[in-house]
């Protein structure tokens, strides 16, 4: 077999702050490989194997070790200084990337800051940093949203006192450095956290000397209950998300999406129904499900739990898809996900059954009022998420809602557990984009379109023949054809790769000195797929899918400028990508037919 | 990178605008975003007051909405959207992670 040039994944997914993981075959190892991802907002993605959803990157501090940086602020002004990159210790890496936080010889407060951005208002943050003592033993970690989580930490004795909110802890690490934290649930915006000089235990006020004070390392605001492997930042949101959502680890690339519903947690009071907001059971980390129960005796009619969908009017003749999870919660009833009115949804009456059992949740029958399609995944830890799609008419006019319906032969106490609900323009339901009321007001968030690309790599890529190899495996997002991923020059006059047909098919796509090949296959991107494309030096294109030989084309000429560029879309940006991508693999020289065909075989 | 939050009084007009401003352009496939532009979220008519409804879901009372029709819009460059461009002290709408 010939040697690689360039291996992306291939079941070794590894995010660093700007990178992934790609194997160098000049250096012979696994080395990042700097990814640009043009996506200026955070996301979530699945975690792990364990399904959970998390907020990626989950640090919601920017230049996370970098305390020199604007990012972080000294308080009062002149009463600190960030020695960066001191040489007096190395950071709990190894690398000499550790600060100094040093008291400056004025009366009072010697604080560093920094207002994180984010939607973290009422979830369950933990805020960690790395200490460790210099002419300073103490340190106190504080938040300003209202007299929230605050404690002081003893870097000689290891110890920490938590004078308000959730939780404290204080980890040891080697070579004296503590991993000290907080958690805590803000509750207004704009909060910062402080980490505050003391020059004794739990005295932040006094008189520095301008030489003496602590090092740190690492700081880190996330989502959770407790602090998880740290993940440095600088800019924090253009990161490359990997995700477990089939399974197994894949880049996941996704479209724009805005998700309506401007409260994930907010629902309108009905008289009957009890909604318990406490619930941290959930398929997302630190971010509550709710309990919706019945709160009458069984008998009298049925009820509803509801909820607002968007605090505008829904678009006319547009598809829509609504999305929850669900659990099952110590009965088995039958709900649903349900219009509240058809005007709101433009004279578009739907209707879609849900099954809650201890065996799983499934969808319900056929109704006379559905007008919506339906598919249910199986999150892991008994949650399942529900998606509807429905086509509204021409002209909604109202306040969308959905109910959620609690049958009359309900007792008091029973109903299900719900979580994460998202409303999003499309035909399906993309990864979770938290909505929360900071108080007020409440609002719909939108996540920014993922599309990756990779520069300057000419030679990497085979010039005049080559062998490319994906593993994907694209949404099942309607009929959103003309998705690419290709090399490419930097324009759409050269460029090699796939798409996906309006028929839903995967195609090989060449287009050399500005004259378009495309070579057709009957494989749905839904389906996950191993691709090659070949070329030689012949002009010669193959294209390869599931250990099948799908088709040949001969282009007239060779590529009219050197391709240097990897992207998630056509060489203009245009036409981006959706969907998950499992390996990438380039040769620079054309493999045997047997070879491809045993490359993109499942074993 | 820049958020601006616009009102026009259709959406026609929004497109329009939009277009001369270079924020969408055209290319091969179509109408697409102006490289350094991140986002156009179009909210249209958005409800200032929510409407209510009775538990069969029979309206009680009406939506109140905003005047005209809105976008939010993020990108690199600077823009000079003039009028349509407004201040929002309520925002309903924003982007995930940033305030």
């Known amino acids: ?603 | 990178m820049n958020i601006y939050k616009l009102k026009y009084t259709t959406k026609v007009d929004a497109e329009k605008d939009l277009k001369e401003k270079g924020v969408y352009v055209e290319t091969e496939e179509g109408l697409t975003y102006a490289t350094g532009v991140h986002a156009v979220v179009e909210l249209g008519k958005i409800i200032t007051t929510y409407g209510t409804y009775d538990e069969e879901g029979n309206e009680l009372t009406a939506p109140i909405y905003a005047d005209g029709y809105h976008y939010d819009i993020m990108c690199e460059q600077d823009i000079d959207f003039g009028s349509n461009s407004i201040e929002v002290t309520n925002p309903k709408h924003g982007f995930l992670g940033h305030n």
């Open chain 1, 1 to 603: 077999m010939a040697d690689t040039s360039l291996i992306i994944g291939n079941g070794n997914w590894a995010v660093k702050e700007d990178s992934l993981l790609g194997y160098n075959i000049i250096q012979g190892k696994y080395v990042p490989i700097e990814m640009n991802v043009s996506r200026n907002t955070t996301g979530t993605r699945v975690k792990n194997s364990a399904g959970l959803i998390e907020i990626s990157p989950k640090n919601l501090f920017s230049q996370s070790q970098t305390f020199d940086n604007a990012g972080w602020t000294p308080y009062p002004a002149g009463a600190l200084t960030v020695i960066p990159n001191v040489l007096a210790t190395s950071a709990p890496n190894g690398t000499f990337t550790a600060d100094k936080l040093v008291a400056n010889a004025v009366a009072g407060d010697h604080w560093l800051l920094q207002t994180p951005t984010g939607s973290s208002i009422n979830m369950q943050v933990t805020f960690s940093v790395f200490a460790k003592a210099a002419e300073y033993s103490n340190i106190q970690l504080y938040n300003n949203n209202g007299g929230g989580g605050v404690a002081n930490f003893n870097l000689s004795a290891g110890s920490y006192t938590l004078l308000s909110g959730v939780t404290a802890d204080i980890i040891p690490y080697p070579n004296g450095w503590y991993r000290c934290y907080i958690t805590y649930i803000p509750i207004l915006t704009n909060f910062n956290a402080q980490i505050r000089l003391a020059n004794s235990p739990g005295n932040t006020t006094f008189t520095g000397d301008g030489t003496s004070g602590v090092f740190v390392w690492g700081a880190q605001l996330e989502v959770s209950p407790t602090p998880t492997d740290y993940f440095p930042t600088t800019d924090k949101f253009d990161i490359p998300r990997v995700d477990y959502s089939t399974g197994t680890a894949s880049l996941l690339v996704e479209p724009q999406r805005t998700n309506l519903i401007p409260n994930g947690l907010g629902y309108n009071p009905v008289a009957g129904v009890l909604y318990d907001l406490t619930i941290t059971d959930s398929p997302a980390i630190g971010i509550n499900s709710a309990r919706i129960t019945k709160n009458v005796a069984a008998g009298g009619g049925d009820i509803y739990a509801q909820q607002i969908n968007s605090n505008a009017a829904l678009l006319g003749s547009t598809t829509y898809t609504l999305s929850r999870y669900f659990k099952y919660d110590g009965h088995t009833i039958t709900t649903s996900m349900q219009y509240n009115n058809n005007a709101p949804w433009g004279g578009t009456g739907w209707n879609q059954e849900i099954i809650i059992a201890p065996t799983g949740v499934t969808l319900g029958v056929y109704n006379p009022f559905s007008q919506c399609t339906s598919t249910i995944k199986n999150a892991g830890n008994g949650w399942y998420r529900v998606n509807v799609t429905i086509l509204t008419g021409a002209a909604p006019v109202g306040s969308p809602q959905d109910l959620m319906i609690l049958k009359s032969s309900l007792s008091t106490g029973q109903g299900f557990l719900t979580a994460l609900p998202q409303l999003e323009v499309g035909s399906n339901a993309t990864s979770y984009i938290p909505t929360f009321a900071p108080l007020t007001p409440s609002a719909g968030v939108t996540r920014v379109a993922d599309v990756i690309t990779k520069t300057g790599i000419s030679s990497l890529i085979g010039q005049t023949e080559g062998t490319l190899y994906f593993e994907v495996q694209g949404f099942s997002d309607g009929n959103l054809a003309n998705q690419f991923i290709t090399l490419n020059d930097g324009t759409v006059a050269n460029q090699i790769g796939f798409n996906y047909g309006t028929n839903g098919f995967i195609n090989g796509y060449f287009r050399v000195n500005a004259n378009t090949l495309t070579i057709s296959s009957t494989v749905l991107k839904t389906v996950n797929s191993k691709i090659i494309l070949k070329y030689n030096s012949s002009n010669l294109y193959t294209l390869f899918i599931n250990g099948s030989l799908i088709g040949t084309g001969t282009a007239a000429s060779s590529f009219s400028s050197p391709l240097t560029t990897f992207k998630t879309s056509q060489g203009d940006n245009s036409a981006p990508y959706n969907g998950n991508i499992k390996s990438i693999v380039l040769y620079k020289t054309a493999l045997s037919n047997p070879q491809c065909i045993n490359l993109t075989t499942t074993p």
